[in-house]
C-alpha cells in the first residue's frame, strides 16, 4: 500500500491518538499533540494512506543546531513496509532544513526493533538513562546521530 508523507494536521488527531494509545504504555494525551502541533519549534509529520488512513506519524523538537525525536509511531496494520524508517527520514531532513546537525533519541532498552531501525539510520547510542520509562519501568538507551550520517 502506498503512503505519503506531510506535516499533522488537527483533523489527524483522532486517527494519531488511536494509534498512540495502541502502540505506547503511557501515550501522549489529545492535548499534547495539539499543544505540539503549535509550538514554533516543533515539527510533526505523517504517513498517510492513499484511502487517507494515518499510517504512522513522528515528532522533532528544534532548539538551535539540535533535533529531539519525541514521538515515532506505526499503525500495527501498517508495519513491516519501511513506513516507520520513511517517517524518520522525512523527519531528519525537515529538521535539517531548520538547522538541526545532531539529532537525539531516546528508545527503550528492551525495544530491539526500534533500536535497529535507528541504527540503521545512523544512531550511535551514547548514553542510558536509568528508569527512564514507567508503565513499565525500564531504562531508556539515548541515540544521537550527525548530520552526515542521515544522507544514505
Not at 84 to 106: C, D, I, S, T
Not at 126 to 137: A, C, D, H, M
Amino acid at each position: 500500500m502506498e503512503v505519503f508523507f506531510r506535516n499533522m494536521k488537527m483533523s489527524d488527531l483522532d486517527q494519531v491518538c488511536a494509534i498512540e494509545q495502541a502502540v505506547f504504555s503511557d501515550p501522549w494525551s489529545r492535548e499534547g499533540f495539539k499543544e505540539s502541533l503549535g509550538n514554533g519549534q516543533a515539527i510533526l509529520l505523517t504517513a498517510v494512506s492513499e484511502a487517507q488512513k494515518v499510517a504512522g506519524y513522528c515528532c522533532l523538537y528544534c532548539v538551535l543546531d539540535e533535533g529531539e525525536i519525541v514521538n515515532v509511531a506505526v499503525s500495527e496494520s501498517f508495519r513491516k513496509q519501511g513506513i516507520g524508517e520513511r517517517l524518520v527520514r522525512h523527519l531528519m531532513q525537515a529538521g535539517a532544513q531548520r538547522g538541526a546537525k545532531n539529532f537525539y533519541l531516546e528508545v527503550r532498552a528492551g525495544n530491539e526493533p526500534a533500536q535497529r531501525l535507528y541504527e540503521k539510520l545512523g544512531f550511535k547510542t551514547v548514553g542510558i538513562r536509568k528508569n527512564f520509562y514507567e508503565k513499565p519501568v525500564e531504562n531508556a538507551l539515548v541515540m544521537m546521530c550527525a548530520l552526515p550520517d542521515i544522507t544514505g
